[in-house]
């Protein structure tokens, strides 16, 4: 079963900055949170991770609570082809499995 | 970088026929996985190869489902005989053991089992 719980859907304003929380309160202290994210008929596309520190790339922003059982991924600029489900995932690195669930249906609007 | 290549996109057969499915993974990842997602829900891991070895393969369904990758390097899925609810996307991903990036994923052969 996966080990983190994301809301079914959101909505965002094109332009707008996308939130997206992600619960994970069993979360190990060597598991790291991971973000994937699902364009319409399009295999899974990484995005980012973190371990405890946030993390800043050209796509995202990872925001992880200081006691890590949650955490935030932010897109600051959402356009519509950030339409997609988000899947947060916790796992331990280094070839352990991916779990993933039902995921965050993102709708980015005009 | 060429990224994870599979094959056929598409496929439609009828129940009980065979189907078989192609994956080339990124070159120099020895991790190579096939998922299975079905509409609606988030992808399921059926096998795990390192290298041309098996390391998970719990959740496959080993009586009709069979997977290899010979040489360590390209994969083929198998499904003898397929039944209705084998219609799904098969992803195929890949690893390198050396990265925490974690898997890069090809573009799924989406099948239909009429």
């Known amino acids: 079963d996966a080990k983190t719980t994301q809301p079914t859907s959101m909505d965002c304003a094109e332009g707008r900055a996308a939130n997206l929380p992600c619960n994970h309160s069993?979360?190990?202290?060597?598991?790291?949170v991971y973000w994937y994210r699902q364009i319409h008929s399009q295999g899974p596309q990484y995005i980012i991770h973190g371990l405890k520190n946030n993390e800043t790339n050209e796509m995202a922003s990872l925001i992880i609570t200081e006691d890590r059982k949650s955490s935030t991924l932010i897109l600051p600029h959402a356009t519509l082809r950030d339409t997609a489900v988000y899947y947060c995932i916790v796992r331990a690195p280094y070839g352990q499995n991916f779990v993933f669930g039902p995921g965050t249906r993102l709708s980015v609007l005009p | 970088e060429a990224g994870v290549a599979q094959s056929p996109r598409y496929k439609i057969i009828e129940k009980r026929q065979s189907v078989a499915f192609w994956c080339n993974p990124i070159s120099g990842h020895a991790t190579l996985y096939w998922y299975q997602q079905i509409l609606g829900q988030g992808p399921k891991l059926l096998i795990q190869?390192?290298?041309?070895?098996?390391?998970?393969d719990s959740q496959l369904p080993k009586d009709r489902f069979s997977a290899e990758r010979l040489k360590g390097v390209d994969s083929t899925l198998k499904i003898q005989p397929a039944k209705l609810e084998d219609s799904a996307v098969y992803l195929c991903?890949?690893?390198?053991?050396?990265?925490?990036?974690?898997?890069?994923f090809g573009p799924g052969t989406r099948l239909t089992v009429l």
């Open positions: 069993t979360i190990s202290g060597n598991e790291y």
């Open positions: 991903a890949s690893s390198s053991t050396e990265y925490a990036g974690g898997q890069f």
């Open positions: 190869f390192q290298n041309n070895g098996v390391v998970d």
